[in-house]
């Protein structure tokens, strides 16, 4: 049988990478991001992953991308949209251009994602549809006002496509991370914490990699993950 399909947006230094890492094991992973000479790095050190560089805000330009995977590799298995577009700014000073490419990226690139690979794991009875987010989608903080919003529509959007797809065999599964990452500017930032203050990228990528293969008898929907140390 041939090696399934994983796509992952928003391969970064931190979780993205760490995703790519853990589901090149079982998967030949498709990796997004803009950054075409750090995927670059990345697939040079990581066998089965290959390279696809696009600013998924960008609709005409992701979507090419998407069916030039498709026809490369073929349909995915699974999707994990881990791309992200953020900011703290408190509401009376939020630009409405800066909300509206959050939303691009956290919300309408994750429909994007859902219609164009969604109908193959369909056609299958299988396929798992992903997105890492935090608790900034059940809650809006003052100073989190260009991200909240896009962050609860997209957890919302994926509830509607758990709800659609879920009972025609594809699980859709959304990851909130209540945490601070471990990654070298965090680390800057936070110079005073100890290790264990921060969510290390590998245990995020476990968890996504456990909820894309849970048994249909005890799906997830809602997860949600943090340092044992963190207040909440």
Same mark, same amino acid.
């Given at each position: ?20 890492r ?5 998967y030949? @992973? =498709?990796?997004?991001?803009r950054?075409e #000479?750090r /995927?670059? &790095?990345?697939? %040079? ?5 290959? !390279?696809?560089?696009?600013? @998924? =805000?960008?609709?005409d330009?992701?979507g #090419?991308? /998407?069916? &030039?995977?498709? %026809? ?5 298995? !699974? ?19 800066v ?5 691009? !990226? ?13 109908p ?5 009875a ?13 809650r809006?903080?003052?100073a989190f006002a ?13 509830e509607s ?22 990654v ?13 203050f921060f ?19 005890a ?14």
């Amino acid at each position: 049988m041939d090696t399934p399909v994983c796509i992952i947006t928003g391969v970064g230094p931190g979780t993205g990478s760490a995703l790519v890492r853990r589901f090149a094991k079982d998967y030949r @992973v =498709a990796m997004i991001a803009r950054d075409e #000479a750090r /995927l670059s &790095a990345l697939a %040079a050190k990581v066998p089965g992953s290959s !390279v696809w560089p696009c600013n @998924v =805000a960008d609709s005409d330009a992701f979507g #090419a991308v /998407l069916a &030039a995977i498709e %026809a490369e590799l073929g349909s995915a298995r !699974v999707v994990v949209h881990n791309a992200v577009g953020g900011g703290m700014v408190d509401i009376m000073e939020l630009e409405p251009r800066v909300l509206e490419r959050n939303f691009k !990226v956290n919300t309408m690139a994750l429909l994007q994602l859902i219609q164009t690979c969604g109908p193959a794991m369909v056609a299958a009875a299988e396929g798992a549809i992903l997105a890492t987010g935090n608790t900034a989608a059940y809650r809006g903080k003052a100073a989190f006002a260009a991200f909240a919003p896009t962050k609860a529509a997209q957890r919302i959007l994926l509830e509607s496509a758990a709800r659609a797809l879920g009972p025609k065999g594809v699980h859709c599964s959304y990851l909130a991370i209540d945490a601070v990452i471990d990654v070298p500017w965090t680390r800057e930032w936070y110079s005073d914490k100890p290790d264990d203050f921060f969510c290390q990228p590998a245990d995020i990528a476990e968890e996504c990699y456990r909820l894309a293969h849970q048994p249909r008898s005890a799906w997830t929907f809602d997860s949600v993950i943090r340092p044992f140390g963190e207040t909440w």
